[in-house]
């Protein structure tokens, strides 16, 4: 086991950590993916490096490469940065972190972050739960875990992921109209135990 710069820690044969899962009903998602992987692979291919040797320069792998570079696999942000510098893309390969930014988020997430991009004016009214924009990381992690079926570990952070990311809307301009409305059981429901919801609700009160 060796810890990399950012304290990650990766076996030693490599490791399959940085990225998604790529979800098999996502067509438009997994289109933007196998794009991603070919541009990898081509530019492994004129390096003149094996998948190997790419991965072992990278501190993955080689079962990774070729998952990311055949479009199984969503990359993570920190790997297009490697593979750019590896492969001397010059920025290239780093640019396209871009592209993958939403697809690594599950489609209805994807679709609901567009509506609230592009909504004015949002009212929302809560009855079991804090709706999730109002939800702290800690917070939504413990929700999404009583999903039932259970996610899997990737399928969590995804989730997680997306509720985070819908966040940016409390800093857009210009700023919508926001109004929420929340049932009083939700805010007495300790949610991830007594830590987590007493930091949540201290959260919204800083909000006000």
Do not use: C
């Not at 966040?167 to 919508?176: C, E, G, M, Q, Y």
């Amino acid at each position: 086991m060796s810890v990399v710069g950012d304290g990650t820690e990766r076996g030693d044969a490599g490791a399959d950590e940085p990225g998604w899962e790529v979800d098999p009903d996502d067509e438009p998602g997994a289109v933007v993916v196998a794009a991603v992987g070919r541009q990898i692979k081509a530019w492994r291919e004129a390096a003149g490096m094996r998948a190997a040797e790419f991965g072992a320069a990278m501190g993955y792998s080689e079962d990774l490469i070729y998952k990311v570079e055949g479009g199984r696999r969503i990359p993570r942000p920190e790997f297009m940065d490697g593979a750019d510098g590896v492969l001397g893309a010059a920025g290239k390969l780093a640019a396209m972190k871009a592209d993958i930014a939403e697809v690594r988020y599950p489609k209805k997430i994807r679709d609901l972050a567009r509506l609230e991009a592009r909504a004015v004016e949002l009212a929302a009214y809560g009855s079991h739960n804090l709706h999730g924009l109002l939800q702290t990381e800690e917070y939504a992690r413990a929700l999404l875990g009583t999903r039932r079926p259970v996610l899997s570990p990737d399928e969590l952070d995804r989730a997680l992921a997306g509720r985070m990311a819908r966040h940016s809307i409390f800093s857009r301009t210009p700023a919508p109209e926001l109004s929420f409305v929340q049932e009083e059981a939700t805010l007495r429901r300790p949610v991830g135990g007594v830590a987590v919801w007493r930091r949540q609700l201290e959260n919204l009160l800083s909000a006000e």
